[in-house]
């Protein structure tokens, strides 16, 4: 079963707005967390990453939250712009299982100028 | 949902032998199966695209005698790391793409000893 679930395959906003994608996960175990993007033909990339000792984690446009209570992240930018289209995944790992990672299918995300 | 099941979690070999690693699509068939490998700073590179019944594509640097891909069944792909050497250990990570996005199986953590 999914343990990292993103529930929106796709999401648009408009250039300037703010953006908000979620991700929800059901293994309390989950202690770390990530937020990837991914261009076409390519790899996933690394965006930002929290751990469960946090409950936000801010770097320049992007803005990860981490509610532990309700095992839900998002991943905020803003403003939102063109180049910020792409596929988001979310990711995460537990140290006890020696950091696999864990998948949500992702949200495309579209920013229209 | 759509689930990639990957084996094994977590390898160590010796330097010189190979090692086989799976990933089975369940409850749907995956025609192409990418293979990733994680580098530092989190992000995955894409090493091939694994497509049922034909060739692998590997990506530029990637030595396709060395990881070897094969795609014989619509639900398992396989990727062998032959004569594996010390810089060979990484994190492997399998993905496909059903209805609901990307699946992405649940990682490999290779060491060679």
């Known amino acids: 079963d999914q343990q990292v679930k993103q529930n929106s395959p796709s999401l648009s906003v408009q250039e300037g707005r703010i953006s908000i994608l979620n991700c929800d996960y059901t293994n309390s175990m989950f202690d770390y967390f990530l937020w990837y993007k991914k261009y076409p033909a390519e790899g996933p990339t690394f965006l930002i990453s929290?751990?469960?000792?946090?409950d936000k984690n801010e770097d320049g446009r992007f803005t990860v939250f981490l509610n532990k209570s309700a095992k839900h992240l998002s991943l905020h930018i803003v403003p939102s712009q063109p180049g910020d289209s792409a596929v988001y995944f979310c990711?995460?790992?537990?140290?006890?299982?020696?950091?696999?990672?864990?998948f949500g299918t992702g949200t495309s995300l579209t920013v229209i100028p | 949902g759509a689930v990639v099941s990957q084996h094994p979690s977590r390898v160590i070999c010796k330097s010189g032998t190979s090692v086989k690693i799976e990933c089975r699509s369940l409850?749907?068939?995956?025609?192409?199966m990418f293979w990733y490998r994680q580098f530092p700073k989190q992000s995955l590179m894409l090493m091939a695209t694994?497509?049922?019944?034909?060739?692998?594509?590997?990506e530029q640097g990637v030595e396709k005698d060395k990881f070897l891909i094969n795609h014989a069944s619509l639900t398992l792909s396989t990727l062998t790391v032959t004569s594996a050497h010390p810089e060979d250990s990484s994190f492997y990570i399998c993905s496909a793409y059903a209805r609901a996005g990307y699946t992405f199986g649940s990682g490999t953590r290779l060491t060679v000893v």
């Open positions: 409850d749907f068939q995956a025609t192409t």
């Open positions: 929290i751990s469960s000792i946090k």
């Open positions: 990711a995460a790992s537990a140290r006890d299982t020696g950091n696999q990672f864990y």
């Open positions: 694994s497509n049922e019944g034909s060739k692998a594509t590997y």
